[in-house]
């Protein structure tokens, strides 16, 4: 077993993926995305960067982007777990993925949550399920090329990136870019995450 560490990385929570041939991917203790209503400490990738990101004019969360990465790789997603304003949005998103609710949103940053005993025993008995009906489990295919747009937080963020020839600014805080697939959409992502960093 190995485990990826720290940034930046080109497939972000996807790292590692492009290393073998996996059968499945699991996404752990996810939540909703950035502008998704119910769900706590709801974020897309960044809680500081990122307001809204959208792949071909569809909004996506922080699991849509890791699935789609996967899907790049020709990897389904079999099993998720989180919050159950999370839960709801990933079954809405992956019909067939089995799915462990861990904790219920009473705030924005507040929640009622199993212990970590029990969460874990859940995590594993679904882990079982979820590998023996995985052939109902499809890749998320993102249409080539993928036409992004980023709303930042941060207006002089946006400004500042529409320097560079292959971005347009849409308007005062939404950046575009045509990345060729998934690959190069997640480097540009993690591209943006860390040079904005800090930008006030």
């Known amino acids: 077993m190995q485990v990826v560490r720290s940034w930046p990385r080109k497939y972000g929570m996807m790292q590692g993926i492009e290393r073998a041939h996996f059968v499945g991917a699991i996404l752990l203790g996810y939540h909703g995305g950035a502008s998704e209503l119910k769900g706590t400490l709801n974020h897309t990738l960044s809680s500081t960067t990122y307001m809204n990101i959208t792949l071909n004019g569809n909004q996506v969360s922080e699991a849509v982007i890791s699935a789609a990465i996967a899907g790049q790789f020709d990897v389904p997603i079999i099993m998720t777990t989180g919050d159950d304003g999370y839960i709801e949005h990933a079954k809405s998103v992956f019909q067939e993925v089995a799915t462990v609710t861990t904790k219920w949103t009473t705030g924005y940053s507040s929640t009622q949550t199993l ?50 020839k292959m971005i347009d600014r849409v308007d005062a805080t939404t950046i575009q870019y045509i990345g060729e697939d998934m690959t190069d959409i997640s480097m540009f992502l993690a591209f943006v995450s860390h040079t904005t960093r800090g930008m006030n």
């Open 115 to 164: 212990l970590p005993s029990q969460s874990c025993q859940l995590i594993y008995e679904q882990t079982k399920n979820a590998l023996s009906n995985m052939n109902k489990c499809r890749p998320l295919h993102i249409k080539c090329p993928i036409d992004m747009k980023i709303t930042l937080k941060n207006r002089a963020a946006a400004e500042i990136l529409a320097y560079l």
